[in-house]
């Protein structure tokens, strides 16, 4: 049964500075992997989307990698402001014949940026 | 840009009463999904809908719960009898039709069952 772990939990910077937020997931055999930010009692958004083949993405001051093999990926943010204090979510899809891609969250890692 | 919508935003309701959650996908999208956040917990994937009948669905889907698609843009999810463990933020995913595409989520509604 595929697990998906975001390590930290929490984590609180000031800004400026850049961080890695780490997802780990149990089976290697996924189809993509998408992060998400939801802010408080908030929706939602999907920030990058990785597909299996795929090593990064890059969108803006967010960069995202996935080792598929070795079950991890990586959000990196540049540049730390205020506004990107939120709960990140990182989401696998499986891979499987059939599959209507159903995701599997980890439980977040809730980010705090002081000015 | 266009995005996913739910209504209401917070549903308040009785044990034991029917309750209807309201979803209207991003419009040329043809895969629609279900997920549901308890406080505190992680996102959870209840059910799947493509092609007008449900293609996955969880084990917490269980008879209480059921999906349609009323017309061309709606896509509800019904509780039936609710529990105070239904409490939670159940959010709506729409995609498109090409298999690699990211889901699109709606901002939630918050439903308290007392």
């Known amino acids: 049964k595929q697990e998906v772990t975001q390590i930290p939990a929490a984590l609180s910077v000031p800004e400026g500075e850049n961080l890695v937020l780490n997802c780990s997931f149990t089976?290697?055999?996924?189809?993509?992997l998408q992060w998400f930010r939801q802010d408080p009692g908030k929706g939602l958004t999907s920030l990058l989307l990785i597909q299996s083949s795929q090593r990064e993405q890059t969108s803006g001051r967010l960069n995202a990698s996935l080792d598929k093999s070795s079950g991890r990926s990586t959000l990196y943010i540049a540049a730390s402001q205020p506004g990107d204090s939120a709960t990140y979510l990182c989401a696998v899809r499986r891979d499987y014949g059939g599959s209507q891609g159903n995701l599997i969250f980890g439980k977040g890692t809730k980010l705090s940026v002081k000015p | 840009e266009p995005e996913v919508t739910q209504t209401p935003s917070h549903q308040v309701t009785q044990m034991g009463q029917e309750v209807i959650l309201r979803c209207v996908p991003i419009?040329?999208?043809?895969?629609f999904y279900w997920y549901r956040q308890i406080l505190g917990q992680k996102v959870e994937f209840l059910v799947s809908?493509?092609?007008?009948?449900?293609?996955?669905k969880s084990e917490i889907f269980d008879d209480q719960f059921s999906v349609e698609r009323p017309d061309g843009s709606n896509f509800t999810l019904k509780i039936r009898s609710t529990k105070l463990e239904d409490s939670a933020m159940y959010f709506c995913?729409?995609?498109?039709?090409?298999?690699?595409?990211?889901?699109?989520f709606g901002p939630g509604t918050r439903l308290t069952v007392l």
């Open positions: 419009s040329n999208h043809l895969y």
């Open positions: 809908f493509y092609n007008n009948e449900i293609s996955e």
């Open positions: 089976d290697s055999a996924i189809y993509n």
């Open positions: 995913a729409s995609k498109t039709g090409l298999t690699y595409n990211e889901q699109f």
